[in-house]
């Protein structure tokens, strides 16, 4: 392993070692009150299949930890998820606490990989400082979108720098998937479009443009059944 990989290695150490340890922070009880708003929408997702009747909350961030809470407690009983968050918050909290975890790092190691694109000492330097950076810190021991949301938006900036200095336009539709699921964690991750747009607008070139909004309308259906299948959300 090079100096270069130790090094990285030990800030994701250091990173899991800062973000680990908070992911019962405040349990039994639940300090943050949009914790408790996410879960209340994945239950009502249990009991209305494939449905939250809510616009608020873009489906594939519900769709995923629904999946993710499902695999844990092998229940779709509402009943019975409600008498775990009565009896013990954390069982359910701390699982659905993890996906972000992951994605937290997920982000670090993205970093890394575009600082990498400019020098092995930017990369270093950068996932470093995003791995003691106090606000990523803390949204990584949350139930919440925002760790899921930041993954995919730099995930579509890693595939727009590639795209354009390798001169390989190709690579953007890999943007396009992420800047949809960045924005399908939350609305504001419609921002990942940016760096696929401005590459696009940077090479002249907009013949692929047809294509990727093909794509996009697809893995939009695909992510969001509800919007399009049941627009009444009430």
């Known amino acids: 392993m090079s100096a270069r990989n130790q090094l990285f290695f030990l ?10 340890p908070l992911l019962k922070f405040g349990m039994p009880f639940v300090l943050n009150p949009d914790e408790a708003n996410y879960i209340s929408k994945i239950l009502y997702l249990f009991k209305h299949f494939l449905n939250p009747h809510c616009a608020s909350v873009p489906g594939f961030f519900l769709y995923l930890n629904s999946l993710v809470l499902f ?3 092998l229940s779709l009983d509402t009943n019975v998820l409600l008498n775990m968050l009565d009896a013990n918050p954390s069982s359910v909290y701390v699982v659905l606490r993890m996906v972000s975890l992951i994605f937290s790092l997920g982000s670090i190691v993205v970093v890394f990989l575009i600082g990498n694109l400019f020098g092995s000492i930017t990369g270093i330097i950068a996932s470093g400082l995003l791995s003691l950076a106090l606000i990523h810190v803390m949204f990584s021991h949350v139930f919440l979108p925002f760790s899921m949301m930041v993954f995919y938006l730099l995930l579509s900036t890693l595939f727009a720098l590639r795209a354009h200095l390798n001169n390989n336009l190709n690579i ?3 943007g396009v998937i992420a800047a949809l699921l960045s924005s399908s ?3 504001i991750g419609i921002v990942g ?12 070139d907009f013949t692929k443009l047809r294509s990727f909004l093909v794509l ?3 893995l939009f ?7 399009v299948f049941y627009l009444p959300f009430s």
């Open 172 to 174: 953007l539709k890999a």
């Open 216 to 218: 996009f309308l697809i």
């Open 221 to 227: 259906i695909v992510l969001n059944p509800y919007a």
């Open 11 to 20: 800030i994701l150490l250091i990173a899991v070692g800062l973000r680990l």
């Open 193 to 204: 479009f940016i760096p696929v747009l401005f590459v696009m607008a940077l090479k002249k």
């Open 185 to 187: 964690a939350h609305y």
């Open 71 to 73: 695999l844990s407690t």
